[in-house]
């Protein structure tokens, strides 16, 4: 549910925090004071497209962030998780955030992390259903009826199944109708590996050979160059006359006869002691080296030989020599996909078959379960529809077979026709129904599914246009019952609908020669009475008006 709402410096408003609690919120105010600004403000951080001219005047941004609770919107916690945005600490939090600046640029952030339009659109679709005349009215959107549809049928696991049957099926009838038109070119491809493995197997490529026999073939090479060069640094080392050895030698001996060591002189005869050792070592490796050292032209021309039937073999494939191992394993890979010919295609051909009928079944299932609760879901909302002033109206839920082209939700189109006047063949909401139709529409629909539905937050915008006196005790009466149930924020003009809200917020504009702003505050107790009155009455306020205001409370 939606816990807080900051705004800052958007349209008339120039700072405002508000804590937002379950149940009923209703939201009241004079016409033109900005009511719907609050709901205007959520929008944005719901993915609205962003309008510079919303800033407030002598602004350069407008800042709004809206928290939320997932502790009961386990979809949007999962979202969160694969999108890698949760909140680490506290997972059950979620927070959006919206910066738009004077020129039209805007920022998004979900829980302090920058995050395209896009991500903000489908995490929102999950937090809040706003009915009103605008983008988010997901009644207006087929997936939003068999969504409700489904859930109220109580099989939405069952339609997860569904999809997931569906997919299994088509990715199996997309490979066999490849193998099926491409089976002579898949004939050959399967030749082609098997030459190629084979030659690849001929080759016999151990795992680092290829860099051993590098190393050899570097050394071979210039085995004289080396063995010159050893030659010369052992006589360096050991000459008896100018060795290195004989030096070290020398020089010790002079320390040895000095009769007094300072301990720069001690550290020194310690390194040239430590040097002597050292170059006597250095020089029995250098002669055990040289020692063994061959030169092998016969072991030069095999290993260049091995070299260049790898080289060649890495060429041939347009790969580097080292990535011939992988290669193989693909290639062997590849080839044991193909194995089987006929025989494979025939067991595909089953698999198919059996795929598909495993889909239908669950399918038909689906179909009958959205049949029986598409009944129910009619008779309930038409009689909310009467209850509301449409007596006309008429809901139907339209399940179209799909014909030859089942899909992936089901073997039927899903959706919501409505006919408002008499003889009226029933249509899309899109086509028929007026903004204020709609959104007694949208309220019928959502009390009778508010149980299963999966929208935590609902929004309702002006439901109450065009109706008043017993049917807007109506309209207050099921807003309130769905608020028993979750949260639900509505903007409404009517008494008898503001007198249901567990929480009341009242928006005041005030004027200057030079400006305007609106506020908002929450009345309770006797504020509650006022403005109750003055919806009532006008803007004169009597004693019957308050009268009549406590008695609609008490009611």
């Keep these: 549910m939606l816990t807080h709402l900051s705004i800052q410096n958007f349209t008339l408003v120039d700072h405002l925090d508000l804590d937002l609690k379950p149940g009923m919120t209703v939201i009241t105010g004079e016409t033109g004071a900005g009511k719907s ?11 609205d497209r962003a309008d510079g001219q919303r800033v407030r005047t002598g602004a350069k941004r407008a800042d709004i962030h809206a928290s939320f609770d997932l502790s009961a919107i386990t979809r949007a916690k999962r979202w969160l998780e694969e999108q890698d945005l949760e909140q680490e600490e506290h997972p059950e939090e979620c927070l959006l955030r919206r910066v738009i600046t004077s020129e039209g640029r805007s920022k998004a952030y979900i829980n302090g992390r920058p995050v395209t339009l896009q991500q903000l659109r489908s995490l929102g679709e999950m937090l809040i259903d706003i009915h009103s005349q605008h983008e988010h009215q997901s009644l207006l959107h087929r997936e939003t009826h068999r969504r409700l549809l489904d859930e109220l049928a109580g099989q939405s696991a069952l339609a997860k199944d569904v999809r997931e049957r569906f997919r299994h099926w088509q990715a199996l009838r997309e490979d066999l109708a490849y193998r099926s038109a491409n089976a ?130 890495a060429r041939k494939h347009r790969v580097g020599p080292e990535q011939l191992s992988e290669l193989e394993q693909n290639l062997r890979t590849e080839l044991e996909q193909l194995e089987g010919g006929d025989a494979h295609l025939e067991a595909l051909t089953q698999e198919v078959a059996k795929a598909e009928k495993q889909y239908r079944e669950q399918a038909q299932k689906l179909s009958e379960s959205r049949r029986k609760a598409g009944v129910k879901l009619a008779t309930e909302v038409n009689a909310q529809l009467h209850a509301l002033a449409m007596e006309n109206a008429r809901l139907e839920v ?140 006008g803007m004169t306020i009597t004693d019957q008006s308050l009268a009549h205001a406590r008695e609609i409370l008490e009611k």
Excluded: W
């Design 37 to 47: 600004i609050l709901l205007d403000a959520l929008g944005q951080t719901l993915g």
């Design 184 to 313: 002579e070119e898949l004939s050959a491809r399967f030749q082609l590996l098997s030459y190629q493995v084979q030659e690849l197997d001929q080759l016999g490529l151990d795992e680092g050979e290829l860099d051993d026999l590098e190393s050899e073939q570097r050394t071979l090479a210039h085995a004289e160059d080396i063995l010159q060069a050893s030659q010369q640094l052992s006589t360096l080392c050991g000459d008896e006359e100018q060795g290195l050895s004989v030096g070290l030698h020398r020089a010790l001996n002079l320390f040895h006869n000095l009769p007094e060591k300072s301990a720069a002189l001690q550290e020194a005869e310690q390194l040239l002691t430590s040097a002597q050792i050292q170059v006597d070592e250095a020089q029995r490796e250098i002669d055990r080296h040289i020692d063994n050292f061959t030169l092998d032209p016969e072991r030069l021309q095999t290993v260049e030989e091995r070299l260049s039937a790898i080289y060649d073999i």
């Design 398 to 537: 339209s399940l179209t077979p799909l014909k030859d082209k089942p899909g992936a939700h089901g073997l039927e189109e899903v959706e919501f026709l409505i006919s408002t006047n008499p003889g009226q063949t029933p249509r899309s909401l899109s086509k028929v129904a007026s903004g204020g139709e709609l959104s007694r529409i949208s309220l019928a629909i959502q009390v009778i599914t508010a149980q299963t539905s999966a929208s935590p937050t609902l929004v309702f915008d002006e439901v109450d246009v065009g109706i008043g006196g017993a049917t807007g005790d109506v309209v207050g009466r099921l807003l309130r019952q769905l608020g028993d149930r979750g949260q639900v924020i509505c903007v409404t003009h009517l008494a008898q609908v503001a007198s249901k809200g567990h929480q009341h917020l009242q928006v005041n504009k005030t004027a200057s020669a030079s400006s305007a702003q609106s506020t908002l505050i929450e009345l309770t107790g006797e504020a509650k009475v006022e403005e109750i009155a003055r919806m009532l009455g």
